[in-house]
Each structure stands twice: as C-alpha cells, then as structure tokens.
C-alpha cells in the first residue's frame, strides 16, 4: 500500500510528485511521505520565550534567527540560546531551520559550528548570489537551505537550484526590493519576474522553494491575497513574521479535500497498475 500526504506544494506538483515516487519503486511497494512546508516562521534566536512559544505555534518549519532579528550585541547570546533550543527538541512534526550569519560575516564560522553540533532540520544561509555561495555551509551534515534575496541570485538562479548541495530556496523580497530600488506594492508586480524565476528554477531542479514574507501583520486581507497569489505562481509554502499570519498560510498553501481525494486515486491506480504487471510477470 502506498501512503501519499499531499501538503507540501500545490496540488498539481504533488500528483506529479507521487506518481514519480511510485515509478521510481517499481520493484516493490514504498511508502513515500511529503513533509508540509506551508508555513515557515521566523523567530529570532536572541529572544527565549519565542523559541519556547514556537513548540506550540502551528507553523509547518520554524526558522530560528541568528540574522536579520539579532542585533550584533547579542550574536552569541543568541547563537547559545538556539543551539539549547535545538538540542533540547520538543517542536514535534515542525522541521526546525536555523538561519545562519552571511558566510561572509565574523559570526558564521561559529554559526556553522554550532548548527554541525546540534543537526537541525536545515540550515538557511543569506544572501546567496552564485551556487558557490553555498559552499560554505556544505558538508555539516544538514541540508542546505538559500535566501534568494539580491538582483545577482535572480540572474544565476537556475545554477543556484542546480546546486548538488540545496534542498530549498526562500525568497527574501524586503531585501530584494532594497537591492532594486523598487517598491513592494500589493500585486508584486516589480517581482513578478523574479518570483516566478525562482519557482521554474526550483521545479527544473526539484528543490523546495517559498515565498517571501507579508510585513503588514494587521492587514489579514492583504496577506490573504499575497498568499493566493504565491501559491498561483507555484510556491510550496510562505515564510511569516508572526503567529497571526499562520492560519492564513496553512490554509491557502494546502490542497482541497477534493484534490486530495483525486490524487490518492490517482496514485492508488498506479499502484494496482504496478502490481498487475509484476504479477503477470511473475
């Protein structure tokens, strides 16, 4: 029997999914399980009582924040706090990322120490440009996540998600939008481009990818509509800023019953198709 949790991306990309994972099994029945990645919640990693709040939140992944969210006064305070937080565990299904300093930074060799000694779920490393940026983080034993967040990434991006060692790719839209000079208005329409980019480098090169984040917290309308629109341009999943925005990401980023339902029948007749044929060989 085949088990197929469908919750990761959108429904389309799930089938496919499946139907690759079956294909792929053919000398024998697999299990094959999605993990969801509809919501990733920032939480900054100077900050004890959000780390502990985070086991109760119903967020899909929960980024702990060495980065943006700490100031360079308490980098290490910081950088302890998560690595605790990490080892005690607690955080049950959500997948636990740690985002790291720039490698280019005096903070991320010891950044990487720590994430090498606790093995989180991932690593998220900022400001990725070229796939070689992520070098640095290769090798320590936990899959390798990028911020695609500067005009250069956008450009290479294709040879990013070729990168052997990438599992993901986030979208980091406040700063991009920096980098550009432009404006992020409701709609996106400066990003367009960028955004769908990243979405067909990612499904080129089968990795995940996520949308960026919403920054008016009080606006549930216009969050919604953002989030509608990233899961149109194919997205698996949006990263937020806070517990509030959690409803509305697990909700629009997951498939209907009804898809869902199609999609297990789908694959279930794959399945009995697969076994058919192995038993006439037989």
Request: glycine content about 8%; proline content about 5%; charged content about 25%.
């Amino acid at each position: 029997m085949i088990l197929f949790f469908g919750t990761v991306a959108p429904v389309d990309v799930n089938v496919n999914l499946g139907l690759c994972a079956v294909m792929r099994n053919k000398g024998g029945m697999t299990k094959t399980e999605f993990r969801p990645r509809r919501s990733c919640l920032y939480m900054p990693g100077a900050n004890t009582r959000a780390l502990e709040k985070a086991k109760t939140l119903p967020a899909d992944v929960v980024i702990f924040d060495l980065e943006d969210a700490v100031a360079p006064s308490v980098k290490e305070e910081a950088r302890e706090q998560v690595a605790e937080a990490v080892k005690a565990g607690g955080y049950g299904p959500r997948e636990v990322i740690i985002r790291i300093n720039g490698l280019d930074t005096d903070w991320a060799s010891d950044d990487l120490k720590m994430v090498k000694a606790v093995k989180p779920d991932g690593v998220l490393v900022p400001k990725v440009s070229r796939a070689q940026d992520i070098d640095g983080a290769a090798g320590i034993g936990v899959p390798v996540w990028a911020m695609i967040e500067t005009p250069l990434a956008i450009l290479n991006i294709s040879a990013i998600a070729a990168a052997p060692n990438l599992s993901a790719m986030v979208m980091g839209t406040n700063d991009l939008a920096k980098d550009m000079q432009a404006k992020l208005r409701p709609g996106r329409e400066a990003f367009v481009t960028a955004l769908s980019m990243t979405v067909m480098a990612a499904r080129t090169h089968g990795k995940i990818v996520i949308d960026g984040v919403f920054n008016a917290i009080s606006d549930d309308a216009g969050l919604a509509s953002e989030c509608e629109q990233g899961r149109e341009f194919g997205f698996d999943g949006k990263t937020v800023i806070h517990p509030d925005q959690l409803d509305a990401a697990n909700r629009i980023f997951a498939p209907s019953r009804s898809a869902l339902a199609d999609a297990r029948a789908t694959i279930a007749a794959l399945a009995d198709a697969i076994a058919e044929r192995e038993d006439e060989a037989d």
